[in-house]
């Protein structure tokens, strides 16, 4: 069963997309951007960063009731 697998190394590991909006940008910012969301957007907002760049690398403040500004730390 387990004779028929290869194991192969060297090969390149794809690179990752982005399947939402949000995702885009969280890959495109670096430590010390920020963005301004509104509140439905917020917490998505940091979880994408987080999820890209690890914990702890997403801040947000927030602005106005209904604005937002978020952060990526590291």
């Known amino acids: ?3 028929k697998i290869k194991i192969r190394s ?3 590991l794809p690179a ?3 399947h939402t909006e949000l995702g885009a940008i ?3 910012m670096k430590p010390g951007d920020c963005v301004e969301v509104d509140k ?3 917490i998505s907002m940091c979880q ?3 999820r890209r760049h ?3 690398s997403a801040t947000m403040r927030k602005l106005s009731d209904d ?3 978020v952060w990526r730390n590291k």
Do not use: E, N, T, W
């Open 16 to 18: 990752r997309h982005s």
């Open 67 to 69: 604005l937002y500004r």
């Open 26 to 28: 969280a890959d495109k």
């Open 1 to 3: 069963m387990f004779d």
């Open 54 to 56: 690890g914990s702890g």
């Open 48 to 50: 994408a960063i987080r």
């Open 40 to 42: 439905y957007r917020v």
């Open 10 to 12: 060297g090969i390149p």
